[in-house]
């Protein structure tokens, strides 16, 4: 059984940990170990997700089989609902979780009123690219963004029209 749950104040550090587990995995082959460090110290720290839910974003736990393997972020964006976070562990990859967190999102933005869903990819990171476009998101554009001390994030800007 799937199912999808806020994160709470005081489970922050363990997702931390979870997060630290799944990004290191999945992009150092991808981005380099040494973007990665700084990547996860950012944005997947206790400070980085602490800050993050402070300003407004919105974190969930998926759960499968009473364990926790995944997790995801999004942001209110007025008519969009920015995905920010979408992580399933690699152990559990393909036991319909990412499509069950893809239809809660979908909830999410239709409560709200959004017209779409958008999210940025590493444009190397092919395995996710094709995973959004299985679920019916496009390409809309190329984006290099400076994130401090001398890195990048080289993406594609993907959107969901709902």
Known sequence: MIEIIDVKNDEIEELSQLATKIVREHYDSIIGKETNTYMLDKFQSVKGIT???????????????????????????????????????????GNKIASTIFAYIQRIAKQHGQSRLELNVNKHNDDSINIYKHFGFRIIKAEIRDIGSGFIMDDYVMEYII
């Open 51 to 93: 800050s993050q839910v402070q300003s407004g974003y919105k974190y969930y736990w998926a759960i499968f089989d009473d364990k926790k393997v995944g997790f995801f972020a999004v942001v209110d964006q007025g008519d969009t609902l920015y995905i920010s976070k979408f992580y399933i562990d690699k152990d559990y990859r």
